[in-house]
């Protein structure tokens, strides 16, 4: 069966500091896609990053990176230099890669993150 | 380009009644998927449509049911509601591409959440 853990529930950090969120998932399928979402207080969830299960390579967005690793089947999220716009629930999510019109379109999401920068 | 709307943002109903929510997606995408969250399941797949059929389903009851019209937007119904059905309820489009790979990113509204007393 599909899971995804979060194992950290909420974090806490000063505005500056480094903060990585772990994933950690579990499926049988050797193609699949992982996410990342953020929740802020308005309730929307605001996609942020796509990787498919082919493509190990590491990816940087401004202050955000991502760390995939297949042999830990590991998702991790880096936020460098937090502010506090960062503070929200952040979320890693798995789903499978359909053909046609197979089993696609669900998302397995992790219980989600906490996070609090503080000024 | 318009991202995903829900209406309405804020429902309150007394158990045993019934509600729908609306969901229009993103101009083009053809699949919309619903999400039920609460604070002690988290976010849980509801159904996904595409070309108004019904793809895909998640574990909750047949009070549970969706339909998705040739524009593409979607309705979710709950029918003979009970206290437990109170959450926030998101849908997500895509362009769900029929054949080949489906990527699925997936663009969520900011949700309905739905109270029952």
């Known amino acids: 069966a599909q899971k995804v853990t979060q194992a950290q529930t909420e974090i806490s950090v000063v505005e500056k500091e480094d903060v990585t969120l772990d994933c950690v998932y579990e499926t049988r399928d050797t193609t699949y896609y992982l996410f990342w979402y953020k929740q802020p207080p308005s309730g929307e969830l605001v996609f942020l990053i796509r990787?498919?299960?082919?493509?190990?390579q590491n990816e940087i967005s401004g202050r955000y990176s991502w760390n995939f690793q297949k042999s830990t089947s590991s998702f991790n999220f880096t936020i460098t230099a937090s502010q506090v716009v960062d503070s929200a629930v952040y979320f890693c999510a798995l789903s499978e890669v359909g053909y046609g019109s197979g089993n696609t379109g669900k998302l397995i999401f992790g219980q989600g993150t906490t996070l609090q920068v503080k000024p | 380009k318009a991202g995903v709307t829900q209406t309405p943002r804020y429902l309150i109903k007394t158990r045993g009644q019934q509600v729908t929510l609306s969901c229009s997606p993103i101009s083009g995408h053809r699949s919309v998927s619903w999400y039920q969250q609460t604070p002690g399941q988290g976010l849980q797949f509801l159904f996904e449509y595409f070309s108004e059929t019904q793809r895909n389903k998640g574990n909750f009851p047949g009070r549970f049911s969706g339909r998705q019209f040739s524009n593409s937007r979607s309705e979710m119904n709950v029918s003979t509601l009970e206290l437990g059905d109170s959450a926030l309820y998101l849908c997500?489009?895509?362009?769900?591409?029929?054949?080949?790979?489906?990527?699925?990113?997936?663009?969520f509204g900011p949700g309905t959440r739905l109270t029952v007393t």
């Open positions: 997500a489009s895509s362009l769900g591409l029929a054949g080949g790979f489906s990527s699925y990113e997936q663009y």
């Open positions: 990787r498919n299960s082919f493509d190990e």
